[in-house]
């Protein structure tokens, strides 16, 4: 089964500057789908950006942008110029491409809280 | 707008007494299914379907009950809660691209119940 890490709890950075979000995942698929997910206070889960595995090029959507490693199977979440309202939780989350059990399951992170200093 | 619709919102209740989350979707997707969010743990899958009457368990199915009777609704059934079962819930649904599951999923705004 697909297990996903993330080992920070909680992070904090300061308005402005940039932070990064770690999480690892464990698959023996050579492809799949990758994606990062914001939770505000509001609850609502927003998707922040998506990486299919087969695609080497980093994803990359506005200030935020990823660390594919592959090899690594390491998935990171860059914030540049962070922003009071990037505050939130944010969870990893993987999707296995095609078949098999549980096919269409996202597998997601524990989750890291991510604190904004202005 | 498109968009996953779950009630109620907050739903406080006692245990042994049975209580239905509503979930509906408005965007043809075949792919729904309901999760729970507790903390340290990250979001859990419940049930999921792949289409109208076709549902199958997650990883923590006990205690719960699902139908899929029409494509845009996913209700789910928690037929004597216990308190263990105090969690905030998620449905989600998410469309089919060329018969892959390449999108994340939409999510409804989410159920916070507490077990008494």
């Known amino acids: 089964a697909q297990t996903v890490t993330q080992s920070q709890p909680e992070m904090s950075v300061q308005e402005a500057e940039t932070v990064t979000l770690s999480c690892t995942y464990d698959?023996?698929?050579?492809?799949?789908?990758l994606f990062w997910y914001k939770q505000p206070p509001s609850r609502q889960m927003i998707l922040v950006i998506r990486?299919?595995?087969?695609?080497?090029q980093n994803a990359t959507e506005n200030r935020f942008s990823v660390n594919f490693q592959k090899a690594a199977k390491s998935f990171s979440l860059k914030i540049s110029d962070s922003q009071l309202g990037d505050a939130a939780m944010y969870f990893c989350?993987?999707?296995?491409?095609?078949?098999?059990?549980?096919?269409?399951?996202?597998?997601f992170g524990q989750g890291t809280i991510l604190t904004v200093h202005p | 707008e498109a968009q996953v619709t779950q009630n109620p919102r907050y739903l406080i209740t006692v245990t042994g007494k049975k209580l239905t989350v509503t979930c509906s979707q408005n965007?043809?997707?075949?792919?729904m299914s309901w999760y729970r969010q507790d903390p340290g743990l990250g979001l859990r899958q419940i049930y999921y379907?792949?289409?109208?009457?076709?549902?199958d368990k997650g990883d923590v199915p006990e205690g719960y009950k699902v139908s899929r009777k029409e494509k845009r609704n996913f209700p789910l059934i928690l037929e004597s809660p216990s308190p263990n079962q105090t969690s905030l819930y998620f449905c989600?649904?998410?469309?089919?691209?060329?018969?892959?599951?390449?999108?994340?999923?939409?999510f409804g705004s989410g159920t916070r119940l507490t077990v008494v």
């Open positions: 989350a993987y999707r296995r491409k095609a078949g098999g059990t549980s096919y269409g399951k996202l597998t």
């Open positions: 698959t023996s698929e050579s492809d799949y789908y």
């Open positions: 965007m043809n997707h075949e792919y």
């Open positions: 989600a649904s998410s469309k089919m691209d060329r018969g892959r599951y390449g999108y994340g999923y939409t």
């Open positions: 990486q299919e595995a087969y695609k080497q």
């Open positions: 379907s792949m289409n109208v009457e076709v549902t």
